[in-house]
């Protein structure tokens, strides 16, 4: 059975999300296995891939605050608790697929997973802000290849569809702004 990743990425995406809110409200039931299988059971044959979602939300939260205190400097002018609940979370799990899962997610690939993500969930400028603040991610934790890849051109309409757009030239994402739920 075929993997379906994108699925994936939605589901643990909601799952996160879900985990966030019940622990902010105090939720002592609050159990992150749980809530992931609910969330993949009515997805779970075209899914395939149940250990992806598991180990991408479980990747995600054991590292929430160290996620949060990275994307800070990314996003100056946004505090991490000011960014809508959906936006913060695309955020951590673009830069953990950016930072923790290289030798299986192309970095091209995080970044427009996460965009895509915000374009589906987010706001009208949550798209551009993730770009933004994860292209700038991006630079930093790999110069070399950041430079390269902005230089390269897609080779045909496949590696065009999973091409992100390209960030803005400033350092900073100021220009898009998150939502703010």
Known sequence: MASNRHLGRIISLQSLYEYEFREKAGDANADLDTIIAKNIEPYEKTLGDTEFVYSLTHGVADKFKSLDEELKPLAPEWPISS?????RNVLRMGLYELKYCGDTVPPKVAI???????????????????????????????????????????????DAKQAPEKPESKTEPTEAEPATK
């Open 112 to 158: 427009n997973e996460a965009v895509e993500l915000a374009k589906a969930f987010g706001s009208d400028n949550s798209s551009r802000f993730i770009n933004g603040v994860l292209g700038t991610a991006f630079r930093q934790i790999d110069p070399e290849a950041a430079t390269k890849d902005n230089h390269d051109e897609p080779k045909d309409k496949k």
């Open 83 to 87: 960014i809508a609940a959906i936006d």
